[in-house]
């Protein structure tokens, strides 16, 4: 571990701050450090393995796809690609699909396609986007800029033009907001880097209409909320509302690095041959896995259990709220991605909880984070009530 440590310090660029432990092995929920330690595992490598570690099924794929073909280029056809891209329209408002190696990717896509269309139609000038505050949609430059975090502009100014930033669940600041070079609104269904902030009854259908009426094309960013883990396959089919894009990515490979942009056709037609490629989109070796990992996500079955587990995971978290009121301030998620927001910071119970064989994480500063693989079991969920309840009681104490 200490020499892993130093060489990874040496020779790693330092943009993470990792935690203490080496893994090297999952199963399922579980992961296995270089000591045999067994670790629970709330986090999912950040709601990216959504049908847990080493499934059977994802592994006999890969194997077989890795043997068979693993890469030729978007100059030829290949077949899991188009089949992937058949399910995922199938399975959602859109027609079209492009397929990257990561969200940021799939957001890029999102936005050249929407610049792209509006111009195409209005002329050049309209190639605004109105994003929210506590947004995440990558770290590219054009992505970033997307992104409502100062954290994550701080030192890369300038900026990508044409970004404009509004609070979240608000319909007029987005009316306000509007010019007339304004083509896009582009919003996460659930916040999750955020802090897991629910859009309020209303939000997404009334940007809808608004959208609508302006001729703005709809973008939602479902590369975490996507892929069953609020408890339908995407978040908006619980919102009444389907966006004009899409983004997809975490958990769409369950590890694989595989990002997808899915649009109307209307939308989709403006991306004609030669406007926008890369090398890696979707390699057979990645889309027969996405496509695998799509037809077990999406089974009704599997859902409801999401469902259900993500219901008892959140009046779990709402009992201990009850037992350390002055520590938690609010519990709130959707299936089986659930934030728990404390009065401090939170990175000390991140800690404490992994010195006790339980992964969950913080994001933005006192939200701790539960996203697990979807499989999740009631006494995985009962495990981790009981270790945060230790870490709670012995911060109070
Ligand atoms: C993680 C995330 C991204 C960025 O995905 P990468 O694969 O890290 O580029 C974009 N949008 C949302 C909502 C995310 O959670």
């Avoid at 020779?11 to 000591?35: H, K, M």
């Avoid at 899915?262 to 057979?284: I, K, N």
């Avoid at 002055?326 to 401090?344: A, Y």
């Amino acid at each position: 571990m200490d020499d892993i440590r130093s060489s990874c310090q040496r020779n790693i660029c330092s943009t993470y701050a990792r935690l203490p432990v080496l893994f090297v092995r999952g199963q399922g929920c579980r992961l296995w450090d270089e000591n045999g330690t067994e670790y629970l595992d709330f986090l999912a490598g950040i709601a990216v393995c959504n049908l847990g570690h080493s499934h059977p099924e994802i592994a006999q794929v890969l194997c077989d796809q890795a043997k068979q073909l693993i890469h030729v280029s978007n100059l030829f056809f290949t077949e899991p690609q188009v089949k992937l891209a058949a399910e995922l329209t199938r399975l959602s408002f859109a027609d079209k699909v492009f397929f990257g190696n990561s969200g940021a990717e799939a957001n890029e896509a999102a936005i050249k396609l929407a610049r792209k269309y509006s111009q195409d139609r209005h002329g050049p000038g309209r190639f605004h986007v109105i994003s929210m505050r506590g947004s995440f949609h990558g770290r590219t430059l054009a992505t970033l800029s997307a992104t409502g975090q100062e954290k994550v502009h701080k030192g890369f100014e300038p900026l990508v033009e044409g970004f404009t930033f509004v609070d979240f669940n608000s319909v007029d600041a987005v009316q306000a907001a509007l010019t007339e070079h304004t083509c896009a609104v582009l919003v996460e269904p659930i916040q999750g880097e955020g802090g897991i902030n629910l859009p309020k009854p209303g939000y997404l259908a009334d940007l809808k209409v608004l959208c609508k009426r302006h001729d703005l094309l709809l973008i939602f960013d479902e590369v975490q909320v996507g892929m069953g883990r609020t408890g339908t396959l995407f978040a908006y089919e619980q919102e009444g509302v389907t966006p004009d894009i899409m983004t997809l990515a975490k958990a769409l490979g369950n590890g694989l690095p595989v990002g997808a942009m899915l649009a109307s056709d209307e939308v989709a037609q403006a991306f004609a041959p030669g406007t926008h490629a890369t090398t890696f989109g979707g390699t057979p070796l990645v889309t027969s896995v996405a496509l695998r990992v799509l037809q077990l996500i999406s089974q009704p079955d599997f859902l409801k259990r999401v469902r259900q587990n993500g219901g008892y995971l959140k009046q779990c978290l709402a009992d201990l709220q009850s037992r350390h009121a002055s520590l938690i301030k609010d519990v709130r998620g959707r299936g089986l991605i659930v934030g728990m927001e404390l009065d401090r910071p939170g990175q000390q119970f991140v800690e404490a909880c992994l010195k006790r064989g339980v992964i969950i994480n913080c994001t933005h500063d006192t939200v701790l984070r539960m996203v697990p693989p979807l499989i999740v079991e009631r006494r995985d969920i009962d495990r981790l009530v009981s270790v945060l309840d230790e870490v709670f009681q012995e911060e109070t104490a």
